[in-house]
């Protein structure tokens, strides 16, 4: 049968459904394995701790600055090179951030639909992963506030000020390649199967090499080169009613901490239908983390507020100010540096007092050992009924009532057999001399301590 010939070309140019690209889904990141955890070991002649993984790293999170169109295109460009270089390397963005790479990459995004508190993100993140600035570091720190035990952090410096980051982005391949291939033992070894359990912050590492680097063979960095770590302490912090009732952070149900997109992760199909809604669920009621401070202001009221220091329960004094921030040493380059606090070297196990425009000149910054334990209680003298509470930025909706009370506590990074644990590890360049953490040059170069006036350069 002869078929006309406008037939025929309309039957030439018809698009074929099984030709049709498969739009690559973003999956929920329980599907993902279990966390490798490294260890963290101490070298000679180097303040800066040693990075060793058991097994390559198979999770990164990433995490950008808001409203950043360089971040933007920098995470694509870094996916896109992990991706090509890294096959065996999955990828977890929170919902917005896992919209923008689901339609820019040929690859499976992992995200959750609920709050990034919940236990899988902690359960199943490697290697977290920042573009931005200091900002970006402390909102990473904080999905991980619940737990003692957080994952490296490699960050790009892409803010304003950057005192916190150590690598620039045009360094991202340099750089991640020294983190991957950070390992006790040579990378070229007999392949043998990956096995893993299930993530327990309480476990010990297992530190036996489960298996190679095979697949990027010929990128080893040797067996006595490894990425250097910075633990950076983080305050433990309770918040406590007038009667001794532990509070959460936020008193109320609170969904993902950032806009939910227009796509929610895991409910997309290959058709763009949704399966689910976002499952809202209520923060834990435990203490929580601080990488930077821990803060109580007056906010909006006009007076003063007067709160009780307690110092190992012992009563220290009555500080009469705007507010009062108990800081870390890391923290002490942000909020209390700006109220007249000093500066604490990271490295330095302490926590740092320090009164917001208090009424006495004599009330100064205090340094006090981090196993200390400090209370702050909000005075029955207040003249307002309530004040503002944040930990590293993050309000509490519902303030604090006058008898409740912050206690505070430094926490234990702890030396054992195997390596140290605790606080945020910070991947840093590593260097040969002692000490070698980039604090001293960030101190002249970002903070222009001792900056001479009247001079130039």
């Known amino acids: 049968m002869k078929v006309p010939r406008r037939k025929a070309s309309l039957l030439q ?3 074929s459904f099984s030709t049709t690209c498969q739009r690559w889904l973003i999956k929920e990141i329980s599907e993902l394995p279990p966390r490798i955890c490294p260890t963290y070991q101490a070298t000679e002649n180097n303040d800066l701790l040693s990075l060793r993984w058991p097994s390559p790293l198979r999770n990164i999170f990433l995490i950008k600055k808001d409203c950043s169109q ?22 977890i963005a929170e919902p917005s951030l896992a919209q923008v790479l689901h339609l820019q990459l040929q690859h499976p995004i992992f995200s959750s639909t609920s709050t990034l508190h919940d236990t899988p993100i902690q359960a199943k993140t490697d290697l977290v992963t920042t573009f931005g600035g200091d900002g970006t570091i402390l909102h990473a720190s904080s999905l991980f506030s619940a737990t003692s035990s957080v994952p490296p952090v490699l960050s790009f410096t892409m803010g304003t000020l950057g005192f916190l980051g150590e690598w620039k982005f045009s360094e991202y391949q340099r750089a991640f390649r020294e983190v991957y291939m950070s390992s006790g033992k040579s990378a070229i070894a007999e392949d043998r199967p990956m096995t893993s359990k299930p993530f327990d912050e309480n476990d010990v590492p297992d530190t036996r090499s ?3 680097w095979s697949d990027i063979r010929g990128k080893s960095l040797g067996s006595q080169r490894s990425a250097r770590v910075l633990l950076r302490n983080r305050l433990k912090v309770g918040i406590y009613s007038p009667n001794g009732d532990r509070l959460p952070l936020s008193p109320v149900v609170r969904g993902p901490p950032y806009p939910l997109p227009t796509i929610p992760s895991s409910s997309l199909t290959a058709q763009g239908t949704h ?4 499952d809202q669920t209520r923060l834990p009621i435990t203490d929580i983390h601080a990488l930077n401070e821990v803060l109580i202001h007056r906010g909006a009221d ?15 004094t009555e500080a009469v100010a705007d507010g009062m921030i108990i800081s870390t040493p890391t923290g002490s380059t942000a909020y209390s540096l700006s109220s007249g606090g000093s500066i604490i070297h990271p490295l330095v196990s302490s926590l740092l007092l320090t009164p917001i425009c208090p009424r006495s000149l004599s009330f100064r910054p205090l340094v006090l050992p981090a196993n200390v334990d400090v209370v702050l209680r909000l005075s029955e003298k207040n003249r ?8 590293d930025g993050v309000r509490r909706q519902g303030g604090l009532e006058v008898g409740g009370e912050v206690r505070v506590r430094g926490e234990e990074i702890e030396k054992r057999s ?5 606080g945020v590890p910070c991947l840093m360049r590593g260097g040969e001399s002692g000490g070698d953490d980039g604090w001293v040059g960030g101190l002249n170069g970002l903070l222009k301590f001792n900056y001479p006036f009247g001079e130039e350069g």
């Open 13 to 15: 140019w018809q698009r």
């Open 70 to 91: 360089a971040a933007s295109n920098a995470v694509v460009e870094f996916a896109k090179h992990v991706i090509a270089t890294y096959p065996s390397i999955s990828l």
């Open 210 to 212: 489960e298996t190679d």
């Open 275 to 278: 399966r689910s809604s976002v």
């Open 302 to 316: 006009p007076h003063l507020t007067i709160i009780d220091v307690l110092v190992n329960n012992r009563f220290l």
């Open 384 to 391: 307002g009924r309530s004040v503002e509470v944040s930990v």
């Open 418 to 422: 195997e390596g140290w644990k605790g």
